[in-house]
Each structure stands twice: as C-alpha cells, then as structure tokens.
C-alpha cells in the first residue's frame, strides 16, 4: 500500500500571498488531518476532515482553511502568508477515527515564507 | 482541555546503555497514549499506543511503555539502545471520545553516540 503523499515537499513564498498545499491519504483512508510543526510552538493541530466534511478545528487563524474531495485527497489554504507561518506542514491519514486508528503521517511540506 | 509535558528536551546516551524518555499528561478525561518516532527529513511514525487492556505496551523495535494513571505518565523506555534509535520522540494523547485528534509534547530528541 502506497503511503501517505504530500505535495509539494518544499515550497517557498513571499509575505502577503497564498499558497495550497496537498495530501493524498492512503487508500481506504477516510480521515485527514493536518498539523503545523514549528521549533517553538512543537505540533499543533490545525484540523480533521472526514467525506468531505471539517469534523475538528485547532486554534487557528480564519487564514488557515482546508477541504477534502470526495476521493479523500485533501488540501489546505494559507491566506495573506506571515512570516510565522513558515512550518513544516504535516498530513496524517487514518481509517475513520482518529482518536483511535493509527494515524500514518506523510512526509510533510517544508513552506518556508520571506 | 488537554495537555503533554515531555520533561526532557534533549537525551545523549551512549550506545547500548538503557534509557527512559518520560512523558506526563494532563486531562478530565480518560485518555489513549500514543508515542510517535520522526527521523530527520520525515514524517512521524507511530512506535506505540495504549488504548485499554495491559498497561505495559511494546513495539516491535524493543520499545516499550507503560500506562501509569495514578501519576499521569507514559514513560518510553528501551533496555539497549542503537546508534539508529537516534530520532525524535513524540508523547501524544487523544480524547476517547468524539472525534478528537491528538495532543503532543514537545519532543524529546534521543541522541545516540557510539
């Protein structure tokens, strides 16, 4: 089984644009979730997505924003980028309860912001 | 609310020689513990995880860790460590119930020398 895939692995952008990243969950997977990684803050939760629907939501500014497809892939939205938000971004997939399916974690995208 | 406090940021230890990287929580709720594994450049990988049942819970890499509800802890400990256990480990607890996603520590960063 292929694991879980995130596009792009590095990304580099400036202060003020945008940028959407991407997860492919493993097959079968139903339950996406995503988590910012900083030195200073370690990993936070930024949200869960199950068929479609946001089950769970970290504390997170509204610039911050994902969806799911209706085949699992999910991305998240970074709006108006600050410096701060330079992370790396990780997406876990797990089968449908993330409390207590395993979640697999992708390798996540490093964004780093100028 | 829930919290994971990771005491120790940094642990050397000298090839095989034991070691324990400790880990306490904090909840109104019963909890499941997890302890996750990041290699340099990847994602986390899931080591192990106490649902319910005994207490004492191991991995297949000679990990193991033990659910101790009256300190609140979930100690990881490994009798004989190798150069490659040299990763960073991650505490993680989640709410049973609902849809909750995980909580993480800090990171406590296992350095192995030879």
């Known amino acids: 089984k292929a694991g879980v895939t995130q596009t792009p692995r590095y990304l580099i952008k400036t202060r003020g644009q945008q940028v959407t990243l991407s997860c492919s969950p493993i097959s079968g997977h139903r339950s996406v979730s995503w988590y910012q990684q900083t030195p200073g803050q370690g990993l936070q939760f930024l949200f869960e997505?199950?068929?479609?629907?946001?089950?769970n939501k970290g504390n997170f500014p509204g610039r911050f924003s994902g969806r799911q497809f209706s085949n699992s892939r999910s991305e998240m939205n970074v709006s108006t980028l600050e410096l701060g938000d330079s992370a790396l971004y990780l997406c876990?997939?797990?089968?449908?309860?993330?409390?207590?399916?395993?979640?697999?974690f992708g390798p996540g995208t490093r964004l780093t912001v100028l | 609310a829930q919290s994971v406090t990771q005491l120790d940021s940094q642990v050397p230890v000298f090839e095989e020689a034991p070691v324990e990287l400790r880990c306490n929580y904090s909840s109104s709720v019963s909890v499941y513990l997890f302890w996750y594994v990041q290699y340099p450049n990847q994602g986390l990988q899931l080591l192990l995880k106490?649902?319910?049942?005994?207490?004492l819970v191991k991995s297949i890499n000679g990990f193991e860790a033990e659910f101790n509800k009256s300190q609140t802890s979930f100690h990881l400990r490994k009798p004989s460590v190798h150069i490659s256990d040299t990763a960073e480990y991650f505490c993680a607890v989640s709410d049973p119930s609902g849809y909750s996603t995980l909580t993480f520590g800090k990171g406590t960063m296992l350095l192995v020398s030879p």
């Open positions: 876990a997939s797990s089968a449908e309860i993330p409390s207590t399916d395993t979640q697999y």
């Open positions: 997505y199950f068929s479609e629907t946001q089950r």
């Open positions: 106490y649902l319910s049942g005994s207490t």
